[in-house]
């Protein structure tokens, strides 16, 4: 997209930035913050809040103004390609050549209609995916709350934030009540942050460690707080990104890279073809008119003008197979890129992750960790001890642990006809599910024991605590960090019993699971002496057992290993992103074996030296795992990679990932609760957000390109073959074997037709299993060019042979040229299935499997039949009917091309026993 197209939403005061009026306000008090911004805590007077909009800008990010149908039209006739065909259909008209001229320009406003129509109906859908900042914010104004579309919120607003509510704008906190925000639009990491208003920061402090702010964009997911705008729009860090990203032109595609070589390739070839024609033409004293009529023949025999045509249906084609496989496509040229990939630089959270805090560890104080099965908030999933099941006494501890989780605890977990139904904090959720898989469920727990106090978490005090009825007495139950539970405790349960509590032990325990990434909370409980009229308090909480610790992770999709493994047998590298701590990371990427060991691990600090170092290169080459990076970070890494060597695939979700998204080749958004500076910035969007979907659209992108692969053969190799025709011709002073308009009907009519539906040649079933292209190399390696050569010698030195017998018996040029043609139709006719594989014979492809292009070629056939019988097309083409002996004699000739194809994949197989 290009600069022109972004709209500037905040009018011509982009460079009046709140961040001069209060450079860094993460590192100033509440009240510095306040006087800096000229505001107080009873928030803006009305007028001065609608001078501020005037002065910094309404709050809205940047827009991409959506191409008009025309500019989409316009912009397929913008490929070296195309321009060629043009200058053969003007060179054409320039010597009154009508029919060819139409014919060429036919084809050139045929595909310009296909891909406009792919495109913008691609654009059209993108568009939907249109909400990003808050509709309507609460703010303080004049000491009273007003609700206000959040467009005009201005710097100095006192905002108030409330659990659900998205943040409007960066602010700076001036109180917080067990603040939690959901920052991994941003940061990419997963746990909410626990925020605290009088917390002030160095300067250097990463995004997601500033617990004294909150931005916009982000989701309050527990507690209320009141904080000052410091930023709105474009000066927000959402802004800032998406400014930065949608105003840049995107990598090029790999086929576009290609296609622009391939078409170089193709106008050279003619340029020399027609000077040594004209050559050979002028020595033998042929007038102008006849010169220039061959070099039209020569440029259209040479030209692939099916191309253009082919090449766009074959990856519309791509774009509707991936649209089934949960990838949609922004842009048409974008659905080989994926399958040209050699990296996937993937975004940890919700991607390979299902981005939801689970349960995935249980230890008993003493015992060894159980493992919890399952994904996400539906309690599908067992818990399991090292043994297996749990026995009975097992149980008995289990159901201690399971009660005091759904008794201390404000969330809600559900069935409705929709299916699960969860909200509430995502600890208080996750234990939720935990406990439905050992059977024990909050709202039975609470009638049987009903809460009658409760102690609410606190960023302060770590813990929370309810106080509930178990039969005449009152019990405590208590769950909170380790170092906050092992004071209140004096036993620990055990599976032979409550024993007196061993807090080094326990402490140990703790460190096993945060090691391996895991978010560490203990649970406790016991009874409570509590004297009448007394309000339950801290002070009650001594005495207690502690019940045992969990450890909560945000796991792995189901299909996230399999899909890496699958990239590593197709040889594309996988490489994470997150925001998350390094030890996470790790396990993270254990599991997946991403990582042979932790040298592997990149952090944001160790980025930050190795690019002030200039070593950015050689960290990249083995690093695969990188952790605690910000947005320029990301894009610093991609760029490394590029220049290493490698076609990038970036996925994403939040706008942190936007810049990176935009350097790769190919951009790949998620769909499912993804920002609209990520769609905007990619090429692809996975519906489903799965890590898996990216690997179909691998699968997909390879069977895309090896179709193109296909038909730029087909038409090279026949055209290579009309060249050696005419060349021999050429070379003994024979006439033209063929005609332009001849050659315009080959080109255009039967291959038109079989290109066409070798474009729905499905795959041969073993694109994973192949190694991914070099990024150098050419649409025209070695294999093609031995292939190309082959067969344009085989099929044009037949039918130079043809037209040469047909003359020497005394038919006409007319006739001569008349069989000549038939024999190049069923040539092309048999030659088609040739190009179905590179590699495998004819025999072993099942003609069913694509019935398109079986009906397709006799459709060609009989269409060229049907053409001799019809007079004015008969005419014009200068053909005529034929005996059926004539036709057999022809197809015996025809199928010479097949018998030579075969033994040169016979032989390509045994020097290279991979491609059997």
């Known amino acids: 997209m290009n600069g022109e197209n972004m709209q500037d939403a905040n009018g011509d005061r982009r460079g009046a930035g709140t961040a001069s009026v209060c450079p860094d306000p993460h590192t100033l008090t509440p009240e510095a913050v306040l006087e800096c911004l000229q505001t107080s805590r009873h928030g803006l007077a009305h007028g001065d809040a609608a001078s501020r909009i005037g002065r910094y800008g309404r709050n809205r990010l940047p827009a991409v103004r959506p191409a008009r149908l025309g500019t989409v039209l316009l912009a397929q006739f913008r490929s070296p390609l195309i321009y060629v065909l043009v200058a053969a259909a003007l060179i054409s008209a320039l010597i009154q050549e009508w029919s060819d001229a139409a014919f060429i320009s036919a084809v050139l406003l045929i595909n310009a209609l296909i891909g406009t129509t792919q495109e913008y109906s691609a654009q059209r859908a993108a568009e939907a995916l249109k909400r990003l900042v808050t509709q309507t914010c609460r703010v303080l104004r004049e000491g009273d709350t007003h609700e206000i579309d959040a467009e005009t919120l201005a710097p100095g607003d006192i905002l108030l934030l409330d659990t659900g509510e998205r943040v409007p704008g960066d602010a700076r906190l001036l109180s917080s009540n067990d603040l939690e925000v959901d920052e991994s ?72 890279v290609r296609m622009e ?93 299902v981005n939801q805090l689970t349960v995935r560890r249980i230890a008993f104080p003493g015992g060894a960790e159980w493992e919890v099965t399952g994904e996400g908030p539906e309690p599908d999933g067992v818990i399991l001890t090292p043994r297996g099941m749990p026995g009975a006494s097992e149980e008995e501890v289990l159901g201690r642990l399971c009660l005091a989780a759904v008794l201390d605890n404000e969330g809600f977990l559900g069935h409705r006809e929709q299916g699960w139904v969860q909200h509430g904090d995502a600890v208080d959720v996750a234990l939720l599910v935990m406990a439905h898989k050992a059977g024990v469920v909050r709202a039975e727990s609470l009638n049987a024991f009903p809460e009658l106090a409760a102690i609410p978490f606190e960023s302060g005090r770590l813990f929370s605590a309810t106080l509930n009825q178990v039969g005449n007495d009152h019990w405590a139950f208590v769950k909170g960090a380790v170092e906050r539970l092992l004071p209140m405790c004096g036993t620990m349960a055990t599976l032979e019993g409550d024993r007196p509590l061993d807090a080094g032990a326990i402490e140990q325990q703790a460190l096993a699971l945060a090691r391996q990434g895991y978010r560490v909370l203990a649970l406790a409980s016991g009874r409570v002496d509590l004297e009448a009229g007394a309000v339950f308090s801290e002070e009650h909480l001594e005495g207690l057992t502690l019940l045992g610790l969990v450890g909560m992770i945000d796991p792995l999709r189901p299909e996230a290993k399999p899909a890496v493994a699958t990239c590593r047998q197709a040889g594309i590298e996988v490489v994470m992103f997150t925001g998350d701590h390094p030890a996470t990371a790790a396990a993270i990427a254990r599991e997946l074996e991403m990582i042979e060991d932790a040298g592997q691990i990149v952090s944001g600090p160790q980025l930050r030296e190795a690019i002030e170092a200039g070593r950015l290169d050689r960290l990249t080459q083995r690093a695969r795992v990188f952790a605690r990076v910000d947005p320029g970070q990301k894009l610093e890494i991609v760029q490394s990679l590029q220049r290493n060597g490698h076609f990038v695939a970036v996925s994403g979700d939040g706008a942190n990932d936007a810049p990176a998204l935009r350097a790769a080749q190919v951009g790949v958004a998620m769909g499912q609760g993804g920002t609209d500076v990520a769609r905007e910035t990619a090429s692809l969007v996975i519906t489903d957000n799965n890590f898996s979907s990216i690997v179909a659209g691998v699968e997909e992108g390879r069977i895309a390109y090896a179709n193109v692969r296909k038909v730029i053969f087909l038409l090279i190799s026949t055209g290579a073959a009309e060249l050696v025709l005419f060349l021999l011709a050429l070379l003994t002073a024979q006439p033209l074997p063929l005609l332009a308009v001849q050659l315009l009907w080959l080109n255009l009519v039967t291959n038109g037709i079989q290109d066409v539906a070798l474009a729905f040649e499905p795959g041969e079933g073993d694109e994973l299993r192949r190694p991914p292209r070099s990024p150098r190399e050419p649409i025209f390696d070695r294999l093609m060019v031995e292939r190309v050569i082959i067969s344009a010698l085989t099929v044009g030195s037949v039918a130079f042979l043809l037209f040469q017998w047909l003359l020497g018996q005394g038919y006409s040029v007319e006739e001569a040229r008349n069989g000549t043609l038939l024999l190049m139709v069923l040539f092309e006719n048999i030659h088609v299935f040739n190009c179905r594989s590179e590699t495998r014979s004819v025999f072993m492809l099942n003609p069913w499997r694509n019935r398109i292009l079986l009906f397709g070629t006799v459709a060609a056939q009989l269409i060229h039949i049907g053409a001799m019988y019809t007079p004015w097309i008969r005419d014009v083409l200068g053909i005529q009917p034929v005996s059926l002996q004539h036709w057999l004699q022809l197809l015996g000739l025809a199928l010479t091309v097949l018998l030579v194809m075969e033994i040169h994949k016979a032989l390509y197989r045994w020097r290279h026993p991979r491609a059997r």
Do not use: Q
């Open 185 to 256: 639009l941003l940061t990419g990491e997963s746990a909410a942050v626990l925020k605290d208003a009088e917390a002030v920061c160095n300067r250097e402090a990463f995004l997601g460690d500033r617990r004294n702010m909150v931005y916009a964009g982000t989701l309050v997911t527990r507690g209320r707080g009141v904080a000052v705008v410091v930023g709105t729009g474009l000066d927000t860090e959402l802004g800032r990104i998406a400014e930065d990203v949608l105003g840049k032109p995107p990598a090029k595609p790999p086929l576009l």
């Open 261 to 353: 070589k391939f078409t170089h390739w193709v106008a050279l070839t003619v340029a020399v073809a027609a000077l040594l024609m004209a050559g050979v033409a002028l020595s033998r004293g042929l007038p102008l008119t006849e010169i220039f009529l061959l070099a039209v023949a020569l440029a259209v025999s040479v030209i692939p003008e099916g191309l253009p045509v082919a090449l766009t249906v074959a990856l519309a084609i791509g774009m509707r197979r991936m649209a089934r496989r949960h990838v949609i496509i922004r842009r048409l040229v974008a659905v080989e890129a994926l399958g040209s990939c050699t990296l996937i630089a993937t975004d940890k959270t919700g991607t390979l992750t």
